[in-house]
């Protein structure tokens, strides 16, 4: 049983505007999430994280919002650039170490 | 500084054969981890180990067999290549704190 979703498979953008990814999860005992970026033939890199006593964390063009009430987070990337085309993966850890990952969002960012 | 290598990055297996994954990390870290990728499942955890010489199952088990000798080296083995293990492999590293993993670059096994 999955943990962590990632509904939206895909995502397509204009350079310049804003990414939104989503990402919902079921256990109410995730202590951080993490979103995760994969380029082609690499391995997936950290990018931003959330406890989950807060509600936002912020890191130049990228946000994280948690609301926990809905057990959903999203990511906000703003301005969208043609570098950030990836697969992001939302990320939720239950313990000092082991993570439970979504399937992934493509995101696409068009000239 | 190499983070996580993995070795072989490519390899073709016929069904039955077996074959071992080689996974190094130079950053001193407690946690390793093995993780497959396949589409649309995204990363689905194999096995792990906690420290040197312990290891655990994960997610997504059966099929597979890990060792961890020495602190620095996580092994995973296929005793006997099924055509479902087809997948991206990847090997990760951590220490405690909300720092997360450090990925290696992956390894793509195909069993035909």
């Known amino acids: 049983d999955q943990q962590v979703k990632q509904n939206s498979p895909s995502l397509s953008v204009q350079e310049g505007r804003i990414s939104i990814l989503n990402c919902d999860y079921t256990?109410?005992?995730?202590?951080?999430f993490l979103w995760y970026k994969k380029y082609p033939a690499e391995g997936p890199t950290f990018l931003i994280s959330?406890?989950?006593?807060?509600d936002k964390n912020e890191d130049g063009r990228f946000t994280v919002f948690l609301n926990k009430s809905a057990k959903h987070l999203s990511l906000h990337i703003v301005p969208s650039q043609p570098g950030d085309s990836a697969v992001y993966f939302c990320?939720?850890?239950?313990?000092?170490?082991?993570?439970?990952f979504g399937a992934g969002t493509t995101v696409t960012v068009r000239a | 500084n190499a983070g996580v290598t993995q070795t072989p990055k490519f390899r073709v297996l016929k069904t039955g054969q077996s074959m071992t994954l080689l996974c190094a990390q130079d950053m001193n870290h407690e946690y390793m981890y093995w993780y497959r990728q396949d589409p649309g499942m995204g990363l689905r955890l194999i096995h792990y180990s906690v420290g040197e010489g312990t290891t655990a199952k994960g997610e997504v088990p059966d099929g597979y067999n890990v060792s961890r000798l020495k602190k620095q080296n996580f092994l995973l083995g296929l005793e006997s290549a099924a055509p479902s293990q087809t997948s991206v492999y990847f090997c990760?590293?951590?220490?405690?704190?909300?720092?997360?993993?450090?990925f290696g670059s992956g390894t793509r096994l195909t069993v035909v």
């Open positions: 959330i406890s989950s006593i807060k």
């Open positions: 256990n109410s005992m995730f202590d951080y």
């Open positions: 990320a939720a850890r239950v313990n000092d170490y082991k993570l439970s």
């Open positions: 990760a590293s951590s220490t405690t704190g909300p720092y997360g993993y450090t």
